[in-house]
């Protein structure tokens, strides 16, 4: 789908800059800087207008092709990003690495920040008086291992047990992102239903050796 739209659209070096770094998280709203401006295309424009309720218009491609055009002023972010945070799940903000003006290409882009319901620290994302935590889960034939961290506090808890059991810490903590397993999208949701914010990662980085090799680099450690 990405690469569809990438032909339909990315035209201009502006565009193709955009969709080659929109296909590194396509399941977030991109914010892209341009100037003193962040813009969003296409689907994000239309999702990003509608939820902030600024205008949508349509930005000219070449060929006599258009695409969908929402941006705000760059002071404006923390206005705007808990909204579209709470309404979207993952915002990724895309600032350009270069003054535009010692450069005569186009001005190099890059993600500087992804922004998640679970890894926020905006004061404006979260609640007084209230945790926000993040939760990682994976799911071990009758045996659920589970942890729970708020980056906001550094309160981190760890546990396992029954689905049944799971289920009652998911209900005390209220975690507003959880992380699983790629392939166990379908057997949590029918263990603990869809009302979660989930992201879903690759298989291989729940595999214990490459959490050993993470942990020991992290604390400087052999083991």
């Known amino acids: 789908m990405a690469e569809k739209i990438e032909k339909e659209y990315a035209e201009t070096p502006l565009m193709k800059q955009y969709f080659e770094i929109k296909t590194e998280h396509p ?3 991109l914010l892209f800087r341009i100037g003193d401006f ?3 295309f296409g689907k994000d424009a239309i999702f990003t207008a509608k939820v902030l309720n600024i205008v949508l ?3 000219a491609n070449g060929s006599g092709s258009y695409i969908e055009l929402a941006g705000f002023p760059y ?3 923390d206005t705007y990003l808990h909204k579209l945070v709470q309404a979207g799940g993952k915002v990724a903000i895309c600032e350009q690495l270069e003054d535009p003006k010692l450069t005569k290409k186009i001005v190099k882009r890059g993600i500087t920040e992804l922004i998640t319901p679970g890894v926020a620290f905006n004061d404006k994302l979260l609640e007084n008086g209230s945790n926000n935590f993040l939760a990682a889960l994976h799911l071990l034939g009758k045996e659920i291992g589970i942890s729970f961290l708020d980056v906001s506090t550094g309160q981190f808890f760890v546990s396992q047990g029954s689905d049944v059991y799971i289920k009652k810490l998911l ?4 975690p507003s992102e ?3 397993q790629r392939n166990q999208n379908q057997e949590f949701k029918k263990l603990f239903g869809e009302n979660y914010y989930l992201t879903t990662l690759d298989d291989w980085v729940f595999k214990s050796g490459f959490s050993n090799e993470l942990l020991c680099k992290h604390f400087a450690t052999n083991s």
């Open 38 to 40: 962040y813009e969003t």
């Open 178 to 180: 959880i992380i699983i």
């Open 27 to 29: 399941d977030a709203i």
């Open 171 to 174: 209900q005390n903590f209220k």
């Open 57 to 59: 218009t349509r930005r």
């Open 75 to 77: 002071h404006a972010l």
